[in-house]
């Protein structure tokens, strides 16, 4: 028997960006004034990073000015808040009018992000802001890093099946700028200032209305991984850890996990029409094309997001599938990620 289930579909996407753009040339003119325990032969080496991070342009919740001075945890956290809730409540209120819905049509909001704290939580903060019921079902999520996104969406399509006609928002909001520490002069601290940028995107999930239909979703962890990737919290921030395996990983084992994936639904490689991955760098890209058996530059999408807004962690991958619907692009998608864990996350979505 054909099961009746009403799917949940993707309603309507909208994405925010802060007010502050920053040029990757800038950045690397700042470079020396960024890195001031670092001698100047130290950061000329290390300015091939920037020219090989696939990323010309990203956007910031301070002006550039902003990174040339110290900053403690509690400074960050204070700004973190500010700039968070505006970013989604901006990204909200045009998802609202894309999907022609009022603040108070919505049943359920999920929230997620890693680059700050917040307790009451980001959604609980945005109740107020948006407007929305005093009854709306709240889950904040945190800790998922850049696999934040594609599981958030996940979470969203669940609550949406369980309680067929309501309407989720999904919310997310990174604020990676804020998390850079001047006196930090380890690689994964070059890398994510060459890489990391602000954003946040809101989608609507129900099973009512037209729309994108999700499918099946599902994560892979590796055992002993835990240190490939995360947060080191320091006095003055949030450290991020980045390992130099996470390329290699994701080329090496990444095609695996997907495959089983693929095949609890009975799918293959061949039957996915779109790719939609998060672009966690140029290297993860190219891994990742390899592990798909795409032709170099394949990603298209991802990379044209990484290179106009950079890595936004979990928001990035609606940047991604913003910019897929908007060609449209029929047929089936595989929506990607890779997260602290280390973590691959999936979910199938389907476009009429």
């Known amino acids: 028997m054909a099961d009746r289930t009403p799917r949940p579909k993707l309603v309507a996407l909208a994405t925010a960006v802060p007010p502050y753009r920053i040029d990757q040339q800038d950045v690397i003119d700042r470079a020396p004034r960024l890195f001031p325990a670092c001698g100047r032969g130290t950061v000329e080496r290390l300015l091939p990073v920037y020219g090989n991070s696939g990323v010309a342009t990203r956007y910031s919740c301070v002006p550039p000015d902003w990174y040339e001075r110290p900053h403690g945890w509690a400074e960050k956290n204070r700004l973190y808040l500010v700039h968070a809730v505006a970013l989604i409540a901006e990204a909200a209120t045009a998802c609202l009018a894309k999907a022609r819905l009022d ?31 005093p009854d709306v079902t709240r889950l904040p999520i945190f800790g998922l890093g850049c696999g934040g996104g594609v599981t958030g969406l996940a979470r969203a399509a669940t609550l949406a099946s369980a309680q067929p006609g309501s309407r989720v928002l999904f919310l997310v909001v990174e604020l990676c700028g804020l998390t850079f520490r001047r006196a930090d002069a380890t690689k994964s601290n070059v890398v994510a200032t060459a890489l990391f940028g602000d954003g946040a ?33 320091e006095d003055d921030g949030l450290g991020v850890r980045f390992s130099r395996d996470i390329p290699a990983l994701a080329r090496t084992e990444f095609r695996d996990a997907a495959e089983r994936f693929l095949a609890r639904s009975g799918y293959g490689f061949a039957d996915i ?26 990603l298209a999408d991802s990379r044209a997001v990484l290179r106009d807004f950079g890595n936004m962690s ?39």
Do not use: Q
């Not at 999920?110 to 019921?133: F, M, N, Y």
């Not at 939609?276 to 058996?293: I, N, Q, R, S, Y």
């Not at 928001?315 to 602290?340: N, Q």
């Open 314 to 352: 979990a928001a990035t991958i609606l940047f991604v599938l913003d910019r897929v619907l908007g060609a449209p692009a029929r047929g089936r998608h595989l929506l990607s990620a890779l997260g602290p864990g280390f973590t691959a996350t999936f979910l199938e979505m389907a476009v009429p």
């Open 103 to 133: 603040a108070s049509d919505i049943d359920a909001v999920v929230a997620v992000s890693t680059t700050g704290i917040a307790t009451p939580s980001l959604d609980a903060l945005a109740i107020d802001r948006l407007g929305l019921r």
């Open 201 to 233: 995107a809101a989608a609507i999930v129900s099973t009512d209305g037209d729309g994108p239909a999700f499918g099946r979703a599902g994560e892979h962890t590796w055992p002993g991984s835990l240190d490939v990737m995360g947060w080191l919290v």
């Open 273 to 298: 029409d779109t790719y939609v991955c998060h672009p966690g760098g140029a290297k993860v890209l190219d891994a990742l094309e390899a592990a798909f058996g795409l032709a170099p530059g394949g």
